[in-house]
């Protein structure tokens, strides 16, 4: 049996109506992986949606647990592969997108993971439009989040040097992630080309805890860029506000 490549996790709450999609894009990527889904105690269809795949799955179970951040963490520590990601259920990869990544991390040796570009897709409307992404730069990084987590790939020796995703963040651990990737291991990578789409949907924690999202994101570039762009400050009525109107 091939070993695998990548070691995928799946954490996912009371997610059944997307499960299967983001499943099932997952194992269309024609290279070696191993599946870990890390359900926090569902009570609508997920466990049937687990079960179906359950043959194909390196592993998964179903109780509370402490959070996202922790369950991705575990289902990371439960796989061997030299490359790790997580896929947040409501999620999807494109076709070949974990190829893409895995090509591009193999052809930079010194970086410690690679990002791509993904697709907003709004579930009310069913219309997407491109993630805002950059190349990695310490002043953009602080501006936004230039980076987009389902289009991440990155190497197992990186997130252990780093110890994971804190699981003491509930909004932005994808955020503080990739800064302790940066100033412990290194800058990211970006590559120009779509590997993965975020599914904008009522029940996102970004869209119904906004003003905790933002709060989070704000106290993450505090600690780590050492103040907080004014940026941040003016835009943040915008978001929290404005844009709760457009998606409700």
Not at 124 to 131: H, I
Not at 205 to 229: I, L
Request: glycine residues 6%; proline residues 6%; charged residues 25%.
């Amino acid at each position: 049996m091939t070993s695998p490549l990548i070691t995928v996790a799946v954490p996912s709450f009371n997610q059944g109506q997307f499960l299967d999609q983001a499943l099932a894009s997952i194992f269309s990527q024609k290279i070696p992986i191993e599946v870990f889904v890390l359900d926090a105690g569902s009570t609508d269809n997920s466990l049937a949606v687990i079960k179906k795949w359950g043959n194909r799955l390196a592993g998964w179970r179903s109780h509370p647990d402490e959070g996202q951040a922790a369950a991705i963490n575990e289902g990371i520590a439960n796989g061997r592969a030299p490359y790790v990601c997580w896929l947040n259920s409501d999620d999807f990869y494109l076709p070949d997108g974990l190829s893409n990544m895995l090509y591009e991390l193999e052809k930079h040796p010194g970086v410690p993971a690679v990002y791509g570009r993904s697709w907003n897709f709004q579930e009310k409307s069913g219309r997407r439009r491109p993630v805002w992404t950059e190349p990695f730069e310490e002043r953009r990084l602080a501006l936004r989040c230039i980076i987009s987590q389902p289009a991440t790939l990155i190497r197992r020796s990186a997130w252990e040097a780093v110890e994971g995703a804190d699981p003491r963040l509930q909004m932005c651990m994808d955020y503080d992630l990739w800064w302790r990737l940066y100033k412990q291991v290194g800058p990211m990578l970006m590559f120009d080309k779509y590997v993965a789409v975020n599914r904008e949907h009522l029940h996102t924690k970004t869209r119904s805890r906004r003003r905790d999202h933002y709060r989070e994101a704000m106290a993450t570039v505090r600690q780590h860029y050492g103040r907080v762009p004014l940026k941040w400050w003016l835009y943040q009525p915008y978001a929290v506000w404005f844009k709760s109107i457009l998606y409700c």
